[in-house]
């Protein structure tokens, strides 16, 4: 029996979930949570339903008068966790399933008192993509099959709970409280989404609210404030929003991603509280994904691309709109330049550049790369320079009107394109970007005074005055551009007249130590070393183990310091980062 998601225990052949009822209890004594799940599936049917699970404890299993069913649990596979297998009796539409989580389920991460920002409670924190919603849920874990759901969280009464889902009401019928929600658009499963602790809120706006601990509220309301302005402009490119309310949650510090665009509850990491709103772009990106990806969703990790690639375009679409053709290109820009340094990582295995991408065996975090999102955008960009702006805009809003709350392959995109775009494909060489490694020779490449002015102080050392209004993505650049073989003479002068290694912005300040740390620069060690301890966002964690474990004389250091600092990072940050540090 064919299965279409090489990630998924699914088979096509099987019924599939239509709703889920979750009932779990918080247990950050023993972090696990106790938990039960009805499954409502979309047709009666006899014969096996198979269930993606990682490492849950399976209790029982019943129909919906509360009678046994009978279940085996196979042996763990490494990337795809244990099937569960139930065999469902003819006219069966409705089971539950009692089971309890790991304490090291892979979603999840459990935060003492002190690794949060008030230092008073514990905090709990869901992250189910790619493939990790199964050490939370037993469920078709395929972004293929979409669910509503509705939940009921338990918890201590002294915390609160968010969920990426519509809140229903909160009882407090003793020491712990109950608080309800419910999702009534279909979702891909790995964006169910929650988090526990000493959480408050401010608004916004009339459909957006910010969430965090209360010692960070204030911070992320000013860095944030313009979130509203953001989701009008997005609404007005690519047409209605329709997941109700977009809200925010800053998350602490180890969360291991910039933003995670669960719906009607986006989760941000704090490195965006910068100050001066120069990193808000991740905010637009996370909007973005409310049309491109939750609304319209790869089928499969294999073509990731159609959610990232999306929406990349989707975001720098609307900063151009809010600030400007010359600050998009600076994105761009960077964009690029990450590209670049995802192909050369991929060298020894260019197969994982292509956009198409075929993962049998593989599992997606290991691959994970800016290659969908960056090659992706350049594929949309060439597609918008040979057909015009006007036609690729009206193209944009049908494909959304054309596969909303659905998920599409490759494969299905490109008959889209063809049918839509007559002969844009072949003009464009999709080819190369869908099926051939690297870059196309042909990608665009966006152009604006200041780029031009940037790359003219490309490796030197400039004045105080040449630089006076650069941005944030300016230095960046600039920082990114320095050669690998730039002296330590060179980074010393840079640091005295710039003094990066005291930044506060992280995309720079990461930039910089990547440089100073290939110099072999004294300061950029103690840094790194201390801000690695403050952080556990992977964009910053991979590029500076790397930099210190290809540099012979900090090799040990850098397993030092993640001696020190593991159990602050996420469980996918940590398997990443042991895979960094074990190369040879």
């Known amino acids: 029996m064919p299965r279409l998601d090489p990630h998924s225990y699914n088979e096509s052949t099987q019924p599939e979930t239509e709703t889920l009822d979750w009932r779990a209890r918080v247990d950050f004594r023993t972090r696990r949570l106790h938990a039960e799940v009805t499954l409502t599936l979309k047709e009666a049917s006899a014969g096996p339903l198979d269930l993606d699970t990682r490492e849950l404890d399976i209790r029982a299993v019943v129909d919906a008068q509360g009678k046994p069913l009978p279940f085996q649990l196979a042996p763990a596979e490494p990337i795809l966790g244990s099937r569960l297998r139930i065999e469902l009796p003819a006219g069966l539409r409705q089971l539950t399933v009692r089971y309890r989580t790991s304490p090291e389920a892979s979603a999840l991460q459990w935060l003492t008192p002190s690794q949060t920002a008030g230092g008073q409670h514990p905090f709990l924190f869901s992250q189910c993509q790619a493939i990790h919603a199964r050490s939370v849920i037993p469920l078709q874990d395929t972004p293929r099959i979409r669910v509503r759901y509705k939940a009921a969280l338990t918890l201590p009464k002294a915390l609160k709970a968010v969920m990426a889902a519509g809140f229903v009401r909160r009882e407090e019928p003793g020491v712990e409280a109950v608080e309800h929600y419910e999702m009534p658009q279909p979702i891909p499963p790995y964006l169910l989404a929650f988090a526990v602790g000493s959480l408050t809120s401010k608004e916004l706006g009339p459909r957006s609210r910010v969430w965090a601990e209360p010692e960070l509220l204030e911070d992320a309301a000013a860095e944030f404030e313009d979130v509203d302005a953001m989701l009008r402009v ?318 012979s004389e900090y090799r040990g250091k850098a397993r030092e310091i993640f001696q020190k600092y593991a159990e602050r990072y996420h469980p996918i940050a940590r398997q990443g980062i042991e895979g960094i540090l074990s190369r040879a």
């Open 234 to 551: 997005a609404e007005s490119l690519f047409g209605p929003y329709d997941w109700e309310r977009f809200d925010l949650l800053t998350m602490p510090p180890s969360f291991p991603y910039g933003g995670m665009e669960n719906p009607r509850l986006t989760f941000l990491t704090p490195t965006l509280l910068a100050g001066d709103k120069s990193l808000v772009n991740v905010v637009a990106h996370e909007l973005a994904h409310s049309w491109t990806g939750n609304l319209v969703t790869n089928a499969s990790a294999e073509h990731f691309w159609l959610n990232e690639g999306f929406t990349v375009f989707a975001e720098r679409r609307i900063l151009e709109a809010l600030e400007g053709k010359e600050v998009t290109a600076l994105h761009a820009a960077l964009g690029r330049r990450s590209l670049e340094t995802a192909i050369e990582h991929f060298r020894a295995h260019p197969q994982h550049t292509v956009l198409r991408t075929h993962l049998t065996g593989i599992d997606p975090d290991e691959v994970f790369s800016q290659v969908p999102y960056e090659k992706g955008y350049l594929l949309l960009c060439a597609l918008e320079e040979a057909v015009g702006r006007q036609a690729f805009d009206a193209y944009l809003k049908r494909y959304i009107d054309t596969f909303r709350f659905r998920a599409l392959t490759t494969e299905d995109w490109v008959a889209f394109t063809e049918r839509e775009l007559p002969g844009a494909l072949v003009q464009v060489n999709a080819e190369a970007y869908l099926h051939q490694p690297g870059l196309p020779p042909a990608a665009p490449s966006l152009r604006s005074s200041r780029l031009e002015g940037l790359q003219r102080l490309k490796g030197t050392v400039p004045s105080a005055e040449a630089v006076r209004d650069w941005t944030p993505a300016e230095w960046q650049l600039f920082l990114e551009w320095l050669p690998t073989d730039t002296p330590r003479e060179t980074i010393r002068a840079l640091d005295e007249r710039f003094h990066f290694t005291k930044s506060t912005n992280s995309e720079v300040l990461v930039s910089w130590l990547v440089a100073a740390l290939r110099a072999r620069y004294a300061p950029a060690l103690e840094r790194a070393e201390s801000f690695l301890g403050e952080v556990g966002r992977m964009k910053y964690l991979k590029p500076l183990y790397s930099t210190l474990h290809s540099t």
